[in-house]
Nanobody, 116 residues
Framework: QVQLVESGGGLVQRGGSLGLSCAAS?????MGWYRQAPGKQRELVAT???????NYGDSVKGRFSISRDNAKNTVYLQMNSLLPEDTAVYYC?????????????WGQGTQVTVSS
């Protein structure tokens, strides 16, 4: 079992920046962030593999940056040029191989609110 502890988030004005971090309690493969706004489905924000390969959702490309520290089992999300439509609960995600099985873990979520 892997525990994910998120930090960061909060309230920021349009055009501002925020950072999120998420620490895993053990070694994992891919880590990333997803978000869910009220009345909408959860969507990909960004993921990063253990080798550093990054993947971004179309709506955040060029504005958000994901990174990770494998020694600390921690993933970071730097969010710049924030827009009101970025308002959502952001969930940390981690994937771990257990033998031939792929287990997925989620954090508790952290609120990001962008005011106009």
């Amino acid at each position: 079992q892997v525990q994910l502890v998120e930090s960061g988030g909060g309230l920021v004005q349009r055009g501002g920046s925020l950072g999120l971090s998420c620490a895993a309690s053990g070694t994992v493969a891919s880590m990333g962030w997803y978000r869910q706004a009220p009345g909408k489905q959860r969507e990909l924000v960004a993921t990063i593999s253990s080798s550093g390969r990054q993947n971004y959702g179309d709506s955040v490309k060029g504005r958000f940056s994901i990174s990770r520290d494998n020694a600390k089992n921690t993933v970071y999300l730097q969010m710049n040029s924030l827009l009101p439509e970025d308002t959502a609960v952001y969930y940390c995600n981690a994937i771990k191989w257990v033998g031939s099985r792929l287990d997925t873990y989620w954090g508790q979520g952290t609120q990001v609110t962008v005011s106009s």
